[in-house]
């Protein structure tokens, strides 16, 4: 092509009644179809995200009230294992917790001593725990010191300090 430098654009005119007809495609009949479909595919995704959801809240909202009533009941390991495995919901977290306290409180009270401190200790500052340790370390020193066992008693008095 003579006489075009490059980047130069053409323009054609193109009668009108060689021009194709263009009309939005909804207002065809097809169109229209196309539209309604796709619509309702959104409406069943969206239905059955919604469904899914009200599904899991509902299972979640049984085992939370499981746990609790396991929890009412002085089952406290078990209790404690649903709440930690809700996760999240509600209060689940904090009451799994408390679950875990319970535990150790229990043991502390039938003197098994190392299994209550090590439950306290995994609370780390959850209410008076990190106390509840020591005192668990004390009460095991006051049960050797009964059992004559006075070289015990004395390392543990000695770690706690002016503890009590």
């Avoid at 005192?135 to 008693?153: H, I, N, R």
């Amino acid at each position: 092509m003579a006489g075009l430098h490059s980047g130069t654009m053409i323009f054609l005119k193109i009668p009108n009644s060689v021009q194709p007809s263009i009309r939005p495609a909804s207002s065809s009949p097809l169109g229209r179809e196309i539209k309604k479909e796709r619509i309702m595919k959104r409406f069943i995704v969206l239905l059955s995200a919604m469904i899914l959801c009200l599904t899991l809240a509902g299972c979640s909202g049984s085992q939370y009230k499981k746990a609790t009533e396991l929890y009412e009941q002085g089952n406290y390991a078990e209790a404690g294992e649903i709440f930690s495995k809700l996760g999240n919901y509600e209060d689940s977290a904090d009451k799994a917790n408390e679950c875990k306290y319970q535990e150790a409180s229990a043991l502390l009270q039938n003197s098994d001593y190392d299994a209550a401190k090590e439950l306290f200790s995994a609370l780390g500052d959850y209410g008076d725990s990190a106390d509840k340790v020591k005192f668990c370390d004390y009460k095991k020193a006051e049960k050797l010191l009964a059992d004559d066992d006075y070289d015990a008693a004395k390392a543990i008095f000695s770690a706690l300090g002016s503890y009590e």
